[in-house]
């Protein structure tokens, strides 16, 4: 595990009845392996012990070799006694360069007014800055769910960037040189180049879900005039094809887009789209 990333999913398993927690494993980890590559793991122990593994044993190797600790905090998580042991382990762990715990409040009513939680893993969770899912538990279709957990994958990219870099892959590098870039762009109709200007202004370096990206334009008064889901897919794809930014599909059927740092820099250096 020594050149492994990992992020340890600490949660009360009855908090997991309806499945919530698993579909939120599921979109945070499609968003960081994006990010972060192959060397990044999200333990959540539904996916990740083996049939005959000493379960606890692997818990708490995983907790304790862990750099993040996400928790996901209700009532129920700070009566659990496994997930006591997951904190200490994390907190008491094997000697790691840098660790950082990402709460994420699900159901804390209890937590947050009761005198009865003032043990020093209460405080510790209290004073960290977390990212609050209450109230999409009912409904994890929501654009608002969505956005957090883009917020999630990008709060945890930037923290294993500053502290972990080394074992980040490095960026795709742009496929082709700028004479190319420059005479692409310059083939594009204003509709094209308005909408390639706000990928690159609004959501570069990090991906974002295509359907989210339309979502995000559609009532912006400065956007493109894209008249349907169906249009924006067809322009995007044209500047797939000229080689301007990259289309990644994912296992869910999602389509990412990603641009190039270095078609960035040449777009904003020649201005080569509208501001």
Same mark, same amino acid.
């Given at each position: ?38 060397? #990044? ?6 996916? *990740?012990? =083996?049939?005959?593994? +000493? &379960?606890? !044993?692997? %818990? ?45 409040? #699900? ?6 007014? *009761?005198? =009865?939680?003032?043990? +020093? &893993?209460? !405080?510790? %969770? ?150």
């Amino acid at each position: 595990m020594k050149n492994q990333l990992i992020g340890f999913i600490s949660y009360a398993h009855l908090n997991d009845s309806d499945n919530f927690i698993t579909e939120l494993v599921k979109q945070l980890s499609g968003e960081l392996s994006i990010r972060l590559g192959e060397k #990044y793991k999200l333990f959540f122990d539904r996916e *990740s012990i =083996e049939w005959g593994d +000493n &379960w606890q !044993k692997v %818990m708490l190797d995983s907790a304790s070799n862990a750099q993040i600790l996400i928790p996901v905090i209700t009532a129920e998580y700070f009566e659990s006694k496994s997930c006591r042991l997951e904190f200490q382990a994390f907190l008491h762990g094997k000697k790691r360069p840098s660790t950082r715990i990402f709460p994420v409040y #699900y159901d804390t009513t209890k937590f947050m007014f *009761s005198k =009865e939680y003032e043990e +020093n &893993w209460h !405080k510790t %969770m209290r004073e960290t800055q977390y990212i609050d899912l209450r109230d999409y538990k009912l409904d994890r279709n929501k654009k608002k769910f969505k956005h957090s957990i883009f917020t999630m994958a990008i709060r945890i990219t930037k923290y294993v960037e500053s502290k972990y870099s080394h074992l980040i892959p490095p960026p795709k590098k742009c496929p082709i040189l700028e004479p190319e870039v420059v005479k692409n762009v310059e083939k594009l109709s204003r509709k094209q180049k308005k909408l390639l200007g706000i990928i690159y202004k609004q959501f570069h370096p990090y991906e974002r879900p295509l359907d989210d990206i339309y979502d995000f334009i559609v009532d912006r008064p400065a956007a493109p005039n894209i008249n349907s889901l169906v249009e924006f897919r067809f322009r995007v794809k044209e500047l797939f094809y000229l080689k301007l930014l990259d289309l990644i599909k994912m296992e869910s059927r999602i389509t990412i887009v990603k641009g190039y740092s270095e078609i960035k820099f040449i777009l904003k250096n020649r201005n080569l789209i509208p501001s």
